[in-house]
T-cell receptor, first 110, second 113 residues
Framework: KQEVTQIPAALSVPEGENLVLNCSFT??????LQWFRQDPGKGLTSLLL?????REQTSGRLNASLDKSSGRSTLYIAASQPGDSATYLC?????????FGQGTRLTINP | GAGVSQSPSNKVTEKGKDVELRCDPI?????LYWYRQSLGQGLEFLIY????????KSGLPSDRFSAERTGGSVSTLTIQRTQQEDSAVYLC???????????FGQGTRLTVV
């Protein structure tokens, strides 16, 4: 059974810092890994998708890496801004479903 | 459509009543997922459709929950005889294929009183 863990559960940093969110998973037989953002009371917004054959993906200030063999992914956020405050979720795609971690609640302080 | 659409956005129902939640996936997306998110909790998988078939119903919490998908498009999640513990946000997602990027709707907030 696939299990996904995200560390830390919560993170608070001052504006402008670079930061790393971590995601680990137990079963390396995945199709892809996806990072989402969730604002309070809202749905999920897809940030980055990394296929199992890829090592990383970049979008603006975001960079996600994937090491499938060790069951790890990181989301790097550069030059953080208050608007980045949200819960960040990683999810791994198996044969028939996305399995989510519990998320990291990120607060960027002005 | 431009994105995944869910209706209603909010639903308040009395305990014991039946409710239907609707999901319109992105046009052409063959995979469709239902998840549930209780207050302050993570996402709980409910059911997955590939086309009109549901190969994985393992997440449905009880036989009061059922779902169907017609025409490879719209899906409805039905909860019979609702209980207070059913109160949650129900999220739907779709992807072009099971290995593709998943896009979520804004969810239906269900409150059972």
């Amino acid at each position: 059974k696939q299990e996904v863990t995200q560390i830390p559960a919560a993170l608070s940093v001052p504006e402008g810092e670079n930061l790393v969110l971590n995601c680990s998973f137990t079963d390396s037989a995945i199709y892809n890994l996806q990072w989402f953002r969730q604002d309070p009371g809202k749905g999920l917004t897809s940030l980055l998708l990394i296929q199992s054959s890829q090592r990383e993906q970049t979008s603006g200030r975001l960079n996600a890496s994937l090491d499938k063999s060790s069951g790890r992914s990181t989301l790097y956020i550069a030059a953080s801004q208050p608007g980045d405050s949200a819960t960040y979720l990683c999810a791994v795609q198996g044969a028939q479903k996305l399995v989510f971690g519990q998320g990291t609640r990120l607060t960027i302080n002005p | 459509g431009a994105g995944v659409s869910q209706s209603p956005s909010n639903k308040v129902t009395e305990k014991g009543k039946d409710v239907e939640l609707r999901c319109d996936p992105i046009s052409g997306h063959t995979a469709l997922y239902w998840y549930r998110q209780s207050l302050g909790q993570g996402l709980e998988f409910l059911i997955y459709f590939q086309g009109n078939s549901a190969p994985d119903k393992s997440g449905l919490p009880s036989d009061r929950f059922s779902a169907e998908r017609t025409g490879g498009s719209v899906s409805t999640l039905t909860i019979q005889r609702t209980q207070q513990e059913d109160s949650a946000v129900y999220l739907c997602a779709s992807s072009f294929d099971p290995q593709g990027e998943a896009f979520f709707g804004q969810g239906t907030r269900l409150t059972v009183v």
